[in-house]
Protein backbone atom coordinates (compact mmCIF):
# COMPACT_ATOMS: atom_id res chain seq x y z
CA UNK A 1 0.00 0.00 0.00
CA UNK A 2 1.51 3.36 -0.79
CA UNK A 3 2.29 6.08 1.71
CA UNK A 4 -0.26 8.77 0.53
CA UNK A 5 -3.29 5.87 1.01
CA UNK A 6 -1.84 4.22 4.02
CA UNK A 7 -1.96 7.69 5.22
CA UNK A 8 -5.63 7.84 4.63
CA UNK A 9 -6.44 5.26 5.81
CA UNK A 10 -5.09 5.95 9.07
CA UNK A 11 -7.09 9.24 9.31
CA UNK A 12 -10.28 7.51 8.76
CA UNK A 13 -9.78 4.81 10.88
CA UNK A 14 -8.67 7.70 13.87
CA UNK A 15 -11.68 9.81 12.96
CA UNK A 16 -14.48 6.75 13.52
CA UNK A 17 -12.39 5.85 16.44
CA UNK A 18 -12.87 8.73 17.57
CA UNK A 19 -16.52 9.16 17.23
CA UNK A 20 -17.61 5.53 18.48
CA UNK A 21 -15.28 6.83 21.88
CA UNK A 22 -17.15 10.03 21.59
CA UNK A 23 -20.46 8.12 21.26
CA UNK A 24 -20.06 5.57 23.87
CA UNK A 25 -18.24 7.74 26.67
CA UNK A 26 -21.64 9.87 26.00
CA UNK A 27 -24.32 6.48 26.23
CA UNK A 28 -21.78 5.29 29.27
CA UNK A 29 -20.72 1.98 27.89
CA UNK A 30 -17.05 1.67 29.01
CA UNK A 31 -17.51 -1.77 27.62
CA UNK A 32 -17.77 -0.27 24.27
CA UNK A 33 -14.56 1.82 24.68
CA UNK A 34 -12.39 -0.80 25.35
CA UNK A 35 -13.31 -2.82 22.68
CA UNK A 36 -12.98 -0.18 20.27
CA UNK A 37 -9.69 0.85 21.21
CA UNK A 38 -8.38 -3.01 20.52
CA UNK A 39 -10.45 -2.94 17.36
CA UNK A 40 -8.41 0.02 16.38
CA UNK A 41 -5.39 -1.63 17.93
CA UNK A 42 -5.72 -4.28 15.58
CA UNK A 43 -6.72 -2.65 12.27
CA UNK A 44 -3.62 -0.46 12.55
CA UNK A 45 -1.89 -3.83 13.07
CA UNK A 46 -2.89 -4.93 10.06
CA UNK A 47 -2.70 -1.88 8.00
CA UNK A 48 0.86 -1.45 8.81
CA UNK A 49 1.57 -5.02 7.54
CA UNK A 50 0.37 -3.72 4.21
CA UNK A 51 2.88 -0.84 4.57
CA UNK A 52 5.51 -1.39 1.56
CA UNK A 53 8.28 1.35 2.47
CA UNK A 54 11.27 0.00 4.24
CA UNK A 55 11.16 1.12 7.83
CA UNK A 56 14.37 0.04 9.51
CA UNK A 57 17.71 -1.03 8.31
CA UNK A 58 19.36 -3.18 10.69
CA UNK A 59 21.98 -0.30 11.86
CA UNK A 60 19.06 1.60 13.21
CA UNK A 61 17.58 -1.61 14.88
CA UNK A 62 20.67 -2.38 16.66
CA UNK A 63 21.20 1.04 17.91
CA UNK A 64 17.47 1.02 19.09
CA UNK A 65 17.96 -2.20 20.83
CA UNK A 66 21.33 -0.62 22.78
CA UNK A 67 19.38 2.45 23.50
CA UNK A 68 16.22 0.69 25.02
CA UNK A 69 18.32 -1.58 27.21
CA UNK A 70 20.66 0.97 28.52
CA UNK A 71 17.02 2.73 29.57
CA UNK A 72 16.24 0.07 31.68
CA UNK A 73 18.88 -0.74 33.00
CA UNK A 74 19.50 3.05 34.06
CA UNK A 75 15.96 3.71 35.07
CA UNK A 76 16.03 0.69 37.49
CA UNK A 77 18.72 1.66 39.11
CA UNK A 78 17.81 4.97 39.74
CA UNK A 79 14.33 4.12 40.66
CA UNK A 80 15.41 1.65 43.13
CA UNK A 81 17.91 4.61 44.55
CA UNK A 82 15.26 6.91 44.45
CA UNK A 83 12.84 4.48 46.51
CA UNK A 84 15.48 3.88 49.07
CA UNK A 85 16.11 7.32 49.66
CA UNK A 86 12.56 7.97 50.33
CA UNK A 87 12.00 5.29 52.38
CA UNK A 88 15.04 6.46 54.23
CA UNK A 89 13.68 9.89 54.60
CA UNK A 90 10.31 7.98 55.78
CA UNK A 91 11.86 6.48 58.66
CA UNK A 92 13.87 9.26 59.67
CA UNK A 93 10.83 11.48 60.53
CA UNK A 94 9.44 12.81 57.17
CA UNK A 95 5.94 12.40 56.83
CA UNK A 96 4.53 9.73 54.04
CA UNK A 97 7.54 9.46 52.13
CA UNK A 98 6.77 5.35 52.47
CA UNK A 99 3.74 5.22 49.51
CA UNK A 100 6.10 7.12 47.08
CA UNK A 101 9.10 5.30 47.64
CA UNK A 102 7.17 1.91 47.65
CA UNK A 103 5.30 3.10 44.50
CA UNK A 104 9.10 3.84 42.88
CA UNK A 105 10.27 0.58 44.01
CA UNK A 106 7.65 -1.41 42.52
CA UNK A 107 7.66 -0.06 39.36
CA UNK A 108 11.64 -1.04 39.23
CA UNK A 109 10.67 -4.46 40.02
CA UNK A 110 7.50 -4.54 37.11
CA UNK A 111 9.84 -3.21 34.53
CA UNK A 112 12.55 -6.23 35.68
CA UNK A 113 10.38 -8.58 35.50
CA UNK A 114 8.59 -7.42 32.17
CA UNK A 115 12.69 -7.31 31.00
CA UNK A 116 12.90 -10.48 32.12
CA UNK A 117 10.00 -12.06 30.57
CA UNK A 118 10.40 -10.46 26.99
CA UNK A 119 14.55 -11.38 27.32
CA UNK A 120 13.08 -15.36 28.11
CA UNK A 121 10.90 -15.06 25.05
CA UNK A 122 13.19 -13.62 22.43
CA UNK A 123 16.43 -15.93 23.78
CA UNK A 124 13.71 -18.92 22.99
CA UNK A 125 12.52 -17.49 19.80
CA UNK A 126 15.67 -16.47 17.94
CA UNK A 127 17.71 -18.71 19.70
CA UNK A 128 20.04 -16.79 21.73
Request: hydrophobic content about 50%; overall charge positive; aromatic content about 8%.
Amino acid sequence: MKTRKLSLCRMILSIILVCVIVWSISVGNSILVVVAIIAGLAVTILLRRKDERIHVDERIQLINEKSATATVKIYVLGATLVGGVLLALDSSGYAELSQSGFTIMYSACALMILNLIFGSYYRRRYGG
